[in-house]
């Protein structure tokens, strides 16, 4: 009871036009082929994530938010080369601030530690974050305006973020975009959701060798899929199913070989030599799992005499 207050009192901080929040969510997904480029040979990529969220109240206008996320990606990064499983484990620490009623802001620091996890070393840490002005222009409506910014292993990538949170009258229609790192478009029919979503954003990773130079993989990821989502337990329990079109490619460079500065999709001062074959993109199928608290209707039930 005291865990579900807590939730109830804190959540108002992170949303407006939203009425719940992710707290948990995990997933698992499979391209079915990719190709490399210039040679006959392919891998398959397989993906675990698991992601958790959790604020804790500060005072009336601000509240730290905390929480970490895991992710696994397992492949041939060379050309008939052994499966490789490339880890990155990050920690969520951060502000959310309340300002006025149209006015609030999102700051969030993200250190983490990316590479296969041999021979963990201080070269393995990279810190980066993300900063959003939130401007709510009704009851069903919320702009957001930021900047995600992360230290990798080929130097700062940055991106703007410029996106919206809209969800219908009847609450049907639902629109949560940040662009261009992610969107999501759905509409619930009952017990199930339908749904499109786009994930796009560039990460690296360092691995290691045996009697060779470290390198590293440069990931530059774009995920398109629709989906098919599951409402169990009075919607607080979403399992989704996913098919969609992946163009993530790992290029592999050696370490210390880096570029000006990332925008986005675009690269500055790039004279790096790539080492593999560029992977082709390919379909693929992935199922998730979430569990997700509903601020408004909890909040009805802990108000006494409420019917």
Not at 17 to 42: C, K, M
Not at 83 to 89: E, Q
Not at 235 to 248: F, P, T
């Amino acid at each position: 009871m005291k865990i579900l207050l807590l939730l109830i009192f804190i959540f108002p901080f992170f949303i407006s036009a939203q009425e719940y929040v992710d707290i948990f969510r995990i997933g698992y997904g499979q391209t079915l082929n990719n190709n490399f480029e210039g040679v006959n040979s392919s891998t398959n990529v397989k993906s675990f994530e698991a992601g958790l969220t959790f604020p804790v109240v500060l005072n009336e206008n601000h509240a730290l938010i905390t929480g970490a996320d895991f992710s696994i990606n397992n492949l041939q990064l060379f050309p008939e080369a052994e499966f490789t499983s490339l880890y990155s484990t990050n920690i969520k620490l951060g502000l959310a601030s309340t300002w006025s009623e149209k006015w609030s802001t999102t700051i969030v620091l993200l250190p983490k530690i990316a590479s296969d996890y041999k021979n963990i070393s201080s070269d393995d840490f990279y810190l980066g974050g993300f900063a959003l002005l939130k401007l709510k222009k009704n009851e069903n409506l919320k702009y957001r305006f930021g900047i995600y910014a992360s230290q990798e292993a080929f130097g700062l990538f940055t991106t703007p973020i410029l996106g919206w949170y809209y969800l219908s009258p009847n609450k049907r229609f639902e629109m949560d975009m940040s662009l261009p790192i992610s969107a999501d478009v759905s509409y619930k029919l009952g017990i199930t959701t339908i749904g499109v979503d786009y994930f796009g954003i560039g990460r690296s990773y360092n691995v290691h060798y045996q009697n060779a130079p470290t390198l590293y993989a440069d990931l530059s990821s774009l995920e398109f899929a629709s989906y098919l989502q599951f409402n169990a337990l009075e919607e607080s329990v979403l399992l989704r199913a996913k098919l969609g079109y992946s163009s993530n490619n790992y290029e592999m460079y050696a370490k210390g070989e880096k570029m000006d500065l990332g925008v986005s999709a675009f690269s500055f001062g790039d004279d790096r030599t790539q080492l593999n074959p560029s992977l082709n993109g390919g379909f693929f199928l992935k199922f998730e799992a979430i569990y997700r608290f509903h601020i408004t209707e909890n909040s009805k039930k802990q108000e006494p005499n409420s019917k």
